[in-house]
T-cell receptor
Framework: GESVGLHLPTLSVQEGDNSIINCAYS??????FIWYKQESGKGPQFIID?????DKRQGQRVTVLLNKTVKHLSLQIAATQPGDSAVYFC??????????FGKGTRLSVIA | GAGVSQSPSNKVTEKGKDVELRCDPI?????LYWYRQSLGQGLEFLIY????????KSGLPSDRFSAERTGGSVSTLTIQRTQQEDSAVYLC?????????????FGPGTRLTVL
């Protein structure tokens, strides 16, 4: 399949460690944020979302943190597994505007 | 239920030819997006349909690109007189707005190669 993220920032993590992927967003009016995971040759897959009235949301092995003061979003993955290897994108949304995506980070899990 | 589907999955065409890419969104989703992703790059917004509102075409790179959404469901992205720089994966997504947000779901994409 097609490889994505060849020229994107890369985070290498040892299997079993926690991963933290960061994203700076641009629009202070954005009120909704999503993290997506994209594996090679596939479309982006929804992971977790958060609204601007929250600063933390937890899912299964994932946590999203939102800092509106500095317009920063992070995705934490606990006990990273080889299957977590992919490119991760954050996306922001405001009102009826389209989703705007960040540049993406490639997560590489070392077994 | 069925997710977003796109066809064809792969398309190879010659420079100067027109191509049509199809997207079938999730039933009931009012919003539909088209994005383009070049190799090793992020997602580039192309066009956004939201209900009966006029589409947001601000991301279309040139007048060779156009899209329609018929009956609030299926969408077709048309590229006329294709150029080699149009080679990319074209991704479609759909969403429905709820009190929690507008969670968009993506199709698998159409890989377009212009020779």
């Amino acid at each position: 399949g097609e490889s994505v993220g060849l020229h994107l920032p890369t985070l290498s993590v040892q299997e079993g460690d926690n991963s933290i992927i960061n994203c700076a967003y641009s629009n202070s009016a954005s009120d909704y944020f999503i993290w997506y995971k994209q594996e090679s040759g596939k479309g982006p897959q929804f992971i977790i979302d958060i609204r601007s009235n929250m600063d933390k949301r937890q899912g299964q092995r994932v946590t999203v943190l939102l800092n509106k003061t500095v317009k920063h979003l992070s995705l934490q993955i606990a006990a990273t597994q080889p299957g977590d290897s992919a490119v991760y994108f954050c996306a922001e949304h405001s009102g009826n505007t389209p989703l705007v995506f960040g540049k993406g980070t490639r997560l590489s899990v070392i077994a | 239920g069925a997710g977003v589907s796109q066809s064809p999955s792969n398309k190879v065409t010659e420079k100067g030819k027109d191509v049509e890419l199809r997207c079938d969104p999730i039933s009931g989703h009012t919003a539909l997006y088209w994005y383009r992703q070049s190799l090793g790059q992020g997602l580039e917004f192309l066009i956004y349909f939201q209900g009966n509102s006029a589409p947001d075409k601000s991301g279309l790179p040139s007048d060779r690109f156009s899209a329609e959404r018929t009956g609030g469901s299926v969408s077709t992205l048309t590229i006329q007189r294709t150029q080699q720089e149009d080679s990319a994966v074209y991704l479609c997504a759909s969403s429905v707005r709820t009190s929690g947000g507008s969670r968009a779901f993506f199709g698998p994409g159409t890989r377009l190669t212009v020779l």
